[in-house]
């Protein structure tokens, strides 16, 4: 596990408040909303029963700050927590889904309302493999 050390929102250079939502402790920023999950914690998040959508609720300020995406587009991201330059990752099957990951602690990053994005369609892609 990461330490347990505050870190900066990537994009704001704001220190980011600690989120405890099951039993994970994220980080989020009260600027605009985005949110920084260490590796694992995406996936844990997204794979917790039934509390799933009231977490990512609770997490999710969504919707994104207007206006924002677009002026990050262009600046240097680098991972809150080694200073690697961060990865855009773009989910091939919903191209407007984008978020960030650092490729050496693997950590992500998500902006406002990808959140409930991400897991919308993960929901969704579950429900369809369990019908017939
Ligand atoms: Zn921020
Ligand atoms: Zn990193």
Do not use: N
């Not at 099951?22 to 600027?31: I, N, P, V």
């Not at 509390?51 to 300020?61: N, P, Y």
């Not at 091939?92 to 992500?108: L, V, W």
């Not at 998500?110 to 017939?132: F, H, M, N, V």
């Amino acid at each position: 596990m990461p330490d347990d050390k505050a870190v900066s929102c990537p994009k704001c250079h704001v220190k980011m408040e600690r989120v405890k939502v099951e039993r994970l402790a994220t980080d989020r920023c009260h600027k605009c909303g985005g949110l920084w999950l260490d590796q694992g914690e995406l996936d844990a998040l997204l794979s917790t029963r039934g509390g799933a959508k009231q977490a990512i609720a609770t997490l999710d300020a969504g919707p994104a700050v207007e206006g924002s995406r677009a002026r990050h587009v262009v600046s240097r991201v680098e991972c809150p927590r080694d200073k690697s330059r961060l990865i855009t990752i773009v989910d091939r099957k919903q191209p407007h889904i984008q978020f960030e990951a650092c490729t050496s602690c693997g950590g992500t990053f998500l902006d406002a309302g990808e959140l409930k994005d991400l897991s919308e369609r993960t929901l969704r892609e579950r429900l369809a493999t369990l019908l017939p």
